[in-house]
């Protein structure tokens, strides 16, 4: 299951404050451990940077006031969030859990994408965005795998690309060919040669 979010923060900006409340309010002590076990954010050991960063925490407080989401993902939880050590493009990536259990990725500004939870039969988190807009660059490709995960292999159209993980982080630019909303055939490879096909 994916959930992808476009929305802007200058969007929803004017429920900030409201949302924010609300979360905290909710979430009570050991919140922050109980929701990164149930989203499986613990296997992923690069992501040991608690918080975010002022802008993305604003945006999931905003998406948590809209509502967007809510029956599928409940709360965005930013207290038991986690940043990755690894870089997009320059760009940060957070781990978000949720009160339902599942995990969202939020790219510096950039939307978020939320999940079903990281775990040994569902290692791998893969997002195809367009970063730069209608114009721009060609299309990313990127995401997370948790420990032991060594390669990412996955289909955009008839294509095949296989991308080494480092640092629990992927990803693979595309050519301004390369079709954005195609993605298939996603599997992760660990180090012990198995392979593990996503559904």
């Known amino acids: 299951m994916r959930f992808r979010n476009r929305c802007r923060l200058s969007i929803m900006a004017g429920s900030i404050t409201v949302a924010a409340a609300a979360f905290f309010a909710i ?19 690069a992501s040991q940077v608690a918080a975010l960063d002022p802008e993305t925490a604003r945006l999931a407080a905003s998406l948590n006031a809209s509502g967007w989401g ?65 114009g721009g660059h060609a299309p990313v490709f990127y995401g997370v795998a948790v420990d032991g995960v060594r390669a990412v292999t996955f289909k955009t159209g008839a294509q095949s690309h296989t991308v080494e993980v480092t640092d629990n982080v992927f990803v693979f630019h595309g050519d301004l060919t390369t079709p954005v909303d195609s993605l298939n055939s996603t599997s992760a490879t660990f180090d012990d040669g198995t392979v593990v096909a996503l559904p």
Not at 27 to 45: D, H, I, T, Y
Not at 97 to 111: E, N, R, S, W
């Open 27 to 45: 979430q009570g002590a050991g919140a922050p451990r109980a929701s990164n076990e149930a989203a499986g954010v613990g296997l992923v050991k």
């Open 70 to 134: 809510a029956a599928a993902l409940g709360k965005r939880l930013p207290d038991a969030a986690r940043r990755l050590t690894a870089t997009i493009d320059g760009k940060h990536l957070f781990l978000v859990p949720t009160t339902k259990g599942k995990v969202c990725q939020m790219l510096d500004g950039a939307g978020e994408s939320c999940f079903e939870p990281l775990s040994r039969t569902h290692p791998v988190q893969l997002v195809g965005d367009d970063l730069s807009g209608p």
